[in-house]
């Protein structure tokens, strides 16, 4: 692996995996300031490929299809992501286009997209753990950009206008960090080469300080939402954690797994679903964002069985607050962090992915050895000091039931 400035500035990491037959790059701009609208940078995303001044949408679809690239952009919170593969030999090729989209992009068919959007988001919002999971972000992150929730989108979306799109993308370009990852079969010399030529157009890297706040403080808040047509009641309970970087973050990554993430094995899965039968599924998540974290668990349940479901999530995080887990247990949850570590990079295109978040987000592009590294370290006072400290009585229960 070699790390290497390109002639604008920006950080780039190229990494020889010899005898693989697809090149993977992978390129985040940052996002230092809220959108001006919700959907705003949901909308822009969804246009950057529908044409650039070289080719029509239908143009530059069928060039992707017929040279097998796969070429996508990616709207996050913190960034935005253009990555490709291809075949080895079309890479320098894949390039010429990848860098056609970022600089010429036109932003066709702007009105149609839009529709498409809303009609896409009222299909998804017929779901009822979509809503739930809508009430809850919006929630958690109140008055937040990062509390753009579908809801949020479509009752702005319209407010949105096509120089308002051009706007924010000129200035993403312009006024953000820039990191790169290219993973393959590849010469570093003319793999250098090839990026300075095809990407030396872009503006060098701007180290400004994000817009973007801290979320305000969270507070106990109990929502509730009523569908008429709900089969089944869904619960969500979570709190604000610390993000990637922090010193908890191995902490918080094990009690995830310990918790809820893991499956079969998981403490909620077996004392919920085996041992009560409250339900098919029942599983947590900790979702990164570089201003703050949520740790969450989630629930669909029978409507009778609300309260009880409730009852067991505190049941399940007192335990974890209060007693040491063992050495097995958290070895046991080592192990299936470190194996999964393993199985989401096995491929090009999975590695270059994850060694460009980690450098958007602040780290190395190795940050993943400091993570394993940081994980194996950690003991279960650490963990219980850790739960101690996030699983307070300030949280959000957001509930939908029929």
Same mark, same amino acid.
């Given at each position: 692996?070699?790390?290497?400035?390109?002639?604008?500035?920006?950080?780039?990491?190229?990494?020889?995996?010899? =005898?693989?037959?697809?090149?993977?790059? &992978?390129?985040?701009?940052?996002?230092?300031?809220?959108?001006?609208?919700?959907?705003?940078?949901?909308?822009?995303?969804? +246009?950057?490929?529908?044409?650039?001044?070289?080719?029509?949408?239908?143009?530059?679809?069928?060039?992707? =299809?017929?040279?097998?690239?796969?070429?996508? @952009?990616?709207?996050?919170?913190?960034?935005?992501?253009?990555?490709?593969?291809?075949?080895?030999?079309?890479?320098?090729?894949?390039?010429?286009?990848?860098?056609?989209?970022?600089?010429?992009?036109?932003?066709?068919?702007?009105?149609?997209?839009?529709?498409?959007?809303? *009609?896409?988001?009222?299909?998804?919002?017929? &779901?009822?753990?979509?809503?739930?999971?809508? +009430?809850?972000?919006?929630?958690?992150?109140?008055?937040?950009?990062? /509390?753009?929730?579908? @809801? %949020?989108?479509? =009752?702005?979306?319209?407010?949105?206008?096509?120089?308002?799109?051009?706007?924010?993308?000129?200035?993403?370009?312009?006024?953000?960090?820039?990191?790169?990852?290219?993973?393959?079969?590849?010469?570093?010399?003319?793999?250098?080469?090839?990026?300075?030529?095809?990407?030396? !157009?872009?503006?060098?890297? %701007? $180290?400004?300080?994000?817009?973007?706040?801290?979320?305000?403080?969270?507070?106990?808040?109990?929502?509730?939402?009523?569908? &008429? $047509?709900?089969?089944?009641?869904?619960?969500?309970?979570?709190?604000? #954690?610390?993000?990637?970087?922090?010193?908890?973050?191995?902490?918080?990554?094990?009690?995830? #797994?310990?918790?809820?993430?893991? *499956?079969?094995?998981?403490?909620? !899965?077996?004392?919920?679903?085996?041992?009560?039968?409250?339900?098919?599924?029942?599983?947590? &998540?900790?979702?990164?964002?570089?201003?703050?974290?949520?740790?969450?668990?989630?629930?669909?349940?029978?409507?009778?069985?609300?309260?009880?479901?409730?009852? /067991?999530?505190?049941?399940?995080?007192?335990?974890?607050?209060?007693?040491?887990?063992?050495?097995?247990?958290?070895?046991?949850?080592?192990?299936?962090?470190? /194996?999964?570590?393993?199985?989401?990079?096995?491929?090009?295109?999975?590695?270059?992915?994850?060694?460009?978040?980690?450098?958007?987000?602040?780290?190395?592009? $190795?940050?993943?050895?400091?993570?394993?590294?940081?994980?194996?370290?950690?003991?279960?006072?650490?963990?219980?000091?850790?739960?101690?400290?996030? !699983?307070?009585?300030?949280?959000?229960?957001?509930?939908?039931?029929?």
């Amino acid at each position: 692996m070699r790390e290497i400035k390109l002639i604008n500035g920006i950080n780039a990491c190229i990494k020889k995996n010899e =005898d693989t037959p697809r090149i993977a790059l &992978s390129m985040n701009f940052s996002i230092i300031e809220p959108e001006k609208y919700a959907g705003e940078y949901l909308l822009m995303n969804r +246009l950057l490929m529908k044409g650039t001044k070289k080719y029509s949408s239908e143009e530059l679809s069928t060039l992707l =299809d017929e040279n097998a690239i796969e070429l996508y @952009t990616e709207m996050k919170y913190d960034y935005l992501r253009f990555r490709f593969v291809a075949l080895n030999e079309d890479f320098e090729f894949a390039l010429s286009i990848f860098a056609d989209i970022i600089e010429n992009s036109t932003f066709e068919e702007f009105e149609k997209e839009k529709a498409k959007l809303k *009609g896409e988001i009222l299909a998804e919002l017929d &779901s009822a753990k979509v809503k739930v999971s809508d +009430l809850f972000t919006k929630t958690i992150y109140k008055n937040h950009f990062y /509390g753009h929730s579908c @809801t %949020v989108i479509l =009752d702005e979306i319209d407010k949105v206008t096509i120089d308002d799109v051009k706007n924010a993308y000129r200035n993403i370009l312009e006024n953000s960090k820039k990191t790169l990852a290219l993973v393959g079969d590849l010469d570093f010399e003319n793999a250098e080469k090839a990026l300075n030529e095809k990407l030396g !157009f872009l503006p060098a890297p %701007v $180290d400004k300080e994000s817009a973007i706040t801290v979320p305000q403080s969270l507070q106990n808040e109990y929502v509730e939402l009523v569908k &008429s $047509d709900a089969q089944q009641a869904q619960i969500i309970q979570g709190w604000q #954690v610390s993000a990637i970087g922090s010193e908890d973050y191995p902490k918080l990554m094990l009690l995830n #797994v310990i918790l809820g993430a893991s *499956g079969l094995s998981s403490r909620l !899965f077996l004392e919920l679903r085996e041992k009560k039968g409250l339900a098919y599924t029942v599983r947590t &998540s900790y979702e990164n964002h570089s201003k703050c974290a949520v740790f969450s668990i989630y629930i669909g349940t029978e409507p009778s069985n609300i309260q009880t479901s409730i009852e /067991g999530f505190k049941i399940e995080i007192e335990k974890i607050k209060n007693e040491l887990i063992s050495e097995e247990e958290l070895h046991n949850a080592k192990n299936n962090i470190i /194996g999964k570590q393993q199985f989401i990079t096995e491929t090009n295109s999975q590695q270059a992915n994850l060694m460009a978040y980690y450098s958007i987000s602040g780290r190395r592009f $190795d940050y993943q050895n400091e993570v394993v590294e940081a994980l194996k370290k950690v003991t279960p006072e650490e963990l219980k000091e850790c739960a101690n400290k996030y !699983f307070t009585d300030d949280f959000v229960l957001a509930v939908l039931k029929p």
